[in-house]
DNA sequence: GATTCGTGGTA
DNA sequence: TTACCAAGAAT
């Protein structure tokens, strides 16, 4: 650790922090309690998701899972359905595995430790439920905690290389106010996300500015710094709308551990040479990640069904798990 | 330890 | 339009 002569004034910092936030705190949902489940719930959701990409899908969550034992009892299509749109879907998955777990041991690790165990809880969410709900001081580090600390220290580390984010998360650690775990933390993501923002930091509005060393090299945007860069894949698909006495055909991808098993989508034209393309609904690109869709969708038809694949409702397919491809495919073809 | 997993917002 | 990236985790 830094303890030299230039070592960060830690006290100050907490204290203009704290200060900050007290003025700048959003009242957020789930901020409304520090019960472990919702407050699981809404960490889980906001994973490489924005708050305000969240909030509608935890609000139904909740509603439709009040408890932790609903949502270990809940059919997965049901769970899927909920989360359909999101994306990450082996959050909703992992989510269901540790409401089991939850459940068969009786009540929620109270522990860092025993929160690390649940299915789809790493690091971070451990220790954000640690703090915010049982009050335990361990200090999280997420994209925004990353950001704020390596333009406070002017830290040129690759955050992708684990060799930074254990030397950050050491550094979270000793930042931490560990008579107030839960707030520090918030406070720390909140100024991230509100005021060390990525692009155009409100270097004037921040309260850590005055022992930001960035910020003092005028270079606050060039931190974090990230080496390694995605290579971009084109993809071209054409999809099918085949529509039946308001019934479309669809398939349904394996229950298997695979990329979003469990969901409905509709069937291609290289999967159904059989079909007989009646005319272009339209098209349009999606990304996943760095794979560039280009789709087209056409109108079809068909003979019989092919093995595999059954009708669902039109009016139906809001209920059920569908990747966001196949819902912009029939929103094209004016289907729902 | 590098990859993969979804989607939508923003400059 | 493109590139970046958002309260990460699992493999």
Redesign the pocket.
Known sequence: MNTGPNAPQWNRLRKALARWYGGAK?D?P??RTSEPYPVWV???M????????ALPYYERFLQLFPTVESLAEAPEQELLAVW????????AR?LQKAARQIVAAGGFPRTFEGL?E?????????A?VASISFGLPHA?L???V??VLTRLLADAGDI???KTRSRLAAVAQEFLDKRAPAEHN?AV??L??LVC????PQCLLCPLAAHCVARLEGRAGQF?V?L???T?VEIALALLVIEREGRVLVWQRGDG?G??AGFWELPSLEQLPAARVREEAGGF????????HTVQVFRAVVKRVPAGYHWRDRRQMGEIPL???A??ALRVADVD
């Open positions: 959003r957020l789930w901020r809404s960490e889980i906001l994973q490489q998701t924005r708050v305000a990409a359909s749109g999101l994306g990450y879907y082996s959050r992992n690390r649940l299915a789809g809880i790493g690091d971070y969410t451990a954000a999280v997420d994209g925004n990353m950001r992708q290389s684990p918030q993501m909140e991230g996300a923002a990525p692009r155009e974090p990230k390694r860069k995605q971009k551990e990329r979003m690109r999606h990304t996943i990640t760095h794979h560039l990747s966001t491809m819902r912009k």
